[in-house]
């Protein structure tokens, strides 16, 4: 071990430090490939230094002119004036309005520790506070986590559960790894991890001579050795479904697994043999909609009949509008294989979206700050915030539900930065325009501070100390600041209570805990949580002296080998207790577009659409390489990926020359909803029509003398639309995006999204 003798937990990893310089931890095998020199970027000009309010707020308060948010000025001002500014404002909206006028909803990433965990510290303000309008899913898998319960009764092979690597080692002769297994996404985990594993057990795969075939547009989602079958991007349902079919027609159906733990088969079968629609899902069919040869599909059909198979599905393929499909077909496919619940066959979702899926993490679940209970019960699907803004009042369905969108008054957002994740961010500047005030926690002048009324500095992890686990790993962290945070910038924790003190719940909101008591705390939680299993965690002097622990893991079995083992005991949580490839539920929702078995529905952006005349090509957003989302994106490494200060894009060498667009070319990449500046990467190894830019440059808007809008530094939501998957899991469907590409000419301005705003 190095003599560094502090510890860091980030989602990308746990790093040893020395209150100077951050190195990865000596444990980890394969560190994250970004994050060491964060501190170098920590008093960087972007920096949140004071508490700010924009300046036509200032003068007007929330009856401010309306459209200026994110143009106007900001006043610095001392930290008790914008609190006493705040707290007034909380108050009077309570009180006109009523707390189902606040949406504190604040998704998003924030950092890894347990105490300083922006959404909770967040919630448990609120809660005392009367409460607030929050959202439910995630931007992550939000359509699969909506559908899931439906088929399988829960999230089962989504966030945990997974069948374990080593099993696919010990038994699968084939894997189908769909969205491939990019390993720049498996640098992160949520809530961190120990190390980095997942490179080194897909390298095991590989080196076991397993065929892996990565079913993607862009041969780079797979990192190690495999087949690349290339296919248009939102048609990997047309796919499964010609597998099924192939297997039904080829008399391969396990019809005991059928029988004994799915419903709803017939239907289905129906449905494959074109009974209704008189379509046969078939190599052809199939072949008409993905682009892969028709003798390849059925070659694929052979080899899943033929060996050990299992699949794997990425989360980007259920972020596309009928996302939910592709999961659903997905589990039927390995329901007639019958390989569900045996070893190292079946199916997982997300094998390397994140860092320990197929790992295994701690035997008991461990502790969180306490949030309480909320008393407003409305709470929105996350990704239908512009839908809410604009929209008050309004009727939307979701998931069997008829519901109101609140009227909301007030925003209250920290640890997240809708300005990064949502699609279709000029929609969501004008929505952003329409409550009376919005409030922010937030490090960096980026988009999401700008578009606030009231901005406070708050303190990154580099500057607090926390407890640190993930759910998905088994190790606790004592995270020692590496600094003290900058003069006059605190933590999300310290402004809330400060906040709950002039409005009088003070004492509740910090149960008269210091944040050092806290993190006492909460260890003693784990201790006593623990000892019921008869483990005696160290002693918290001790702990925070070593500064981790490694906890005892939970045993991983295949997924759903249980209810394989006996169903009748092991029930699923569907109203059929088994696997319904038919759901009479959502056949009763009667919505057009989920019908109630696994279905071809062709996305309203893809290349099969006539839309393709005006924006050719299919841009997918993937998740960056060199940082997690929009954090840090003004440190070296982002900075270095982008050329003359834009994010790349690549497009297929044809593509370009039929554009006469070159290597490193500045291009405008626009559709009817935006624009934005990009340099254009050329290359062979995506498919034809199709382009890909990595999410996370901070949202630079710029307007010409003539009303233009163009983004500066590739910000790919300015194109993504913002439409739900379905009625009925309303998720994003940011990969279903059709865009054109051309060669700027003229000189483009700056991005200065990294200098300070300007101050009046
Ligand atoms: N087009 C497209 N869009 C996508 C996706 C996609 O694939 N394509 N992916 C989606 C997905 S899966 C996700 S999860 C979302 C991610 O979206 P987010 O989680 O919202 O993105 P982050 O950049 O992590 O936002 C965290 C923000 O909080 C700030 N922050 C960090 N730590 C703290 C803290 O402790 N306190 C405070 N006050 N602030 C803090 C950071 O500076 C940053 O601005 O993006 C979604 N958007
Ligand atoms: N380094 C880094 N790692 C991260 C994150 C990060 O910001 N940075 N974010 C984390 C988060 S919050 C999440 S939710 C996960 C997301 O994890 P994923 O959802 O798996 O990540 P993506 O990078 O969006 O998508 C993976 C690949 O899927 C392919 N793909 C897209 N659409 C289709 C399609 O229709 N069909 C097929 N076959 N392939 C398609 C794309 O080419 C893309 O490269 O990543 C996590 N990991
Ligand atoms: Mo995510």
């Known amino acids: 071990m190095e003599n560094r003798k502090y510890f860091l937990t980030t989602h990308w990893g746990i790093y040893q430090h020395d209150h100077a ?16 020199d964060y501190p170098q970027y920590r008093l960087a000009p972007c920096r949140i230094l004071k ?10 308060g929330p009856e401010a002119k309306n459209g200026t948010r994110g143009q106007d000025e900001f006043i610095e001002v001392e930290m008790d004036f914008a609190l006493d500014l705040a707290a007034k404002e909380i108050a009077r909206i309570k009180q006109i309005y009523g707390n189902q006028a606040i949406y504190s909803g604040s998704y998003g990433w924030s950092s890894a520790g347990r105490f300083h965990h922006a959404q909770s510290q967040l919630k448990r303000f609120f809660n005392l506070a009367g409460g607030s309008v929050r959202s439910i899913q995630t931007y992550s898998y939000g359509a699969g986590e909506t559908i899931l319960p439906h088929i399988i009764g829960g999230l089962s092979g989504l966030v945990a559960n997974h069948t374990s690597y080593d099993d696919i080692l010990d038994e699968a002769e084939l894997v189908l790894m769909f969205g491939g297994t990019p390993i720049r996404n498996a640098q992160v985990n949520s809530g961190g991890l120990f190390s980095h594993n997942t490179h080194s057990h897909l390298q095991k795969l590989c080196q076991k001579g397993i065929d892996l075939i990565s079913i993607s547009p862009v041969k780079s989602d797979s990192d190690i050795q495999s087949q690349w079958l290339s296919l248009r991007p939102n048609s990997d349902t047309a796919l499964l479904l010609a597998l099924c079919h192939h297997v039904l027609v080829n008399h391969r159906v396990d019809y005991n697994f059928i029988n004994q733990y799915t419903t709803g088969f017939d239907h289905f079968v129906d ?48 972020r596309a509008d009928h996302g939910e499909q592709v999961y659903w077909a997905t589990i039927a496919l390995s329901a007639m294989l019958g390989n569900i619940g045996k070893k190292g066959q079946g199916f997982g979702f997300g094998y390397s979206s994140a860092g320990n899926i197929g790992m295994t993490g701690p035997k008991v679940a461990l502790p969180s700050l306490p949030q309480g209970v909320n008393p407003i019960k409305d709470a929105i699907p996350v ?54 005030t919005i409030i922010t926690h937030e490090h960096w002048w980026n988009a999401h501070a700008r578009h606030a009324d009231i901005v406070f500095p708050a303190a990154t992890f580099l500057e607090r100390d926390d407890i640190a686990s993930a759910s998905n790993d088994s190790f606790l962290t004592y995270a020692k600041a590496l600094s003290q945070p900058p003069q006059g910038v605190t933590t999300d924790h310290e402004i809330l209570k400060q906040l709950a003190q002039r409005l009088g719940f003070e004492e509740q909101f910090t149960a008269k805990r210091s944040e050092a008591d806290w993190l006492t705390w909460l260890y003693q939680q784990s201790c006593q949580i623990f000892q019921h299993q008869h483990i005696d965690l160290l002693n918290y002097r001790t702990f925070q002296d070593i500064g981790y622990l490694e906890l005892p893991k939970r045993q991983i079995r295949p997924l759903l080998s249980e209810f394989r083992q006996s169903p009748d005991e092991n029930r699923l949580w569907t109203p059929s207790g088994r696997i319904e490839i038919y759901s009479k539920t959502i056949a009763a929702f009667n919505y057009q577009d989920c019908p109630p078995h696994p279905t071809w529905l062709p996305p309203s952006e893809w290349l099969g659409s006539d839309k393709t005349k005006s924006f050719p090509l299919h841009l997918l957003t993937c998740q960056p ?3 997690l989302h929009s954090q840090w994106d003004h440190a070296a490494q982002p900075q270095a990926t982008k050329q003359h200060g834009r994010q790349p894009i690549l497009i297929h060498e044809d593509d370009a020359k039929q554009r006469n667009i070159k290597e490193n070319d500045l291009v405008r990449v626009f559709n009817e909803r935006g624009a934005c500046l990009a340099i254009a990467k050329l290359s062979q190894d995506i498919k034809q029509g199709v ?4 999410t996370g440059a901070w949202f630079n808007p710029w307007q010409d003398e003539n009303g233009n809008k ?36 003229g000189i483009a301005p700056k991005t200065n999204i990294y200098e300070p705003p300007q101050f009046g």
């Open 21 to 36: 310089t951050l190195s990865p931890f000596y444990k980890d095998i394969q560190p994250a490939s970004f994050g060491t």
């Open 625 to 627: 390489s060199d940082k």
């Open 51 to 60: 508490p700010a309010i924009r300046k036509s707020y200032l003068e007007y």
């Open 710 to 745: 163009l983004e500066l530094n590739g910000n790919p939501n300015v194109l993504t639309q913002d439409q739900g998957t379905s009625t009925l899991t309303q998720a994003t469907s940011a990969n279903s995006c059709l865009v054109e590409v051309e060669k700027y000419h």
């Open 271 to 318: 449905y494959l043999h074109g009974k209704n629609d008189g379509i046969i899902k078939d190599h052809l069919w199939a072949a008409g909609i993905t682009d892969i040869n028709a003798d390849i599909i059925l070659s694929l059909g052979k080899q899943i009949i033929d060996k050990k198979t299992f699949i794997m599905v990425a989360w980007s393929l259920q």
């Open 383 to 436: 990704a239908r915030i512009a839908d809410m803004l604009l929209n008050p009042n309004a009727n939307y369905q979701f998931n069997g539900q008829i519901k109101n969108y609140p009227d909301i008054k007030l925003v209250y957002w920290l640890g997240g930065n809708p300005f990064h994740h949502h699609q279709d961010l000029n929609r969501l500047v004008e929505a952003w325009q329409r409550p009376q």
């Open 691 to 694: 382009t890909q830019m990595a």
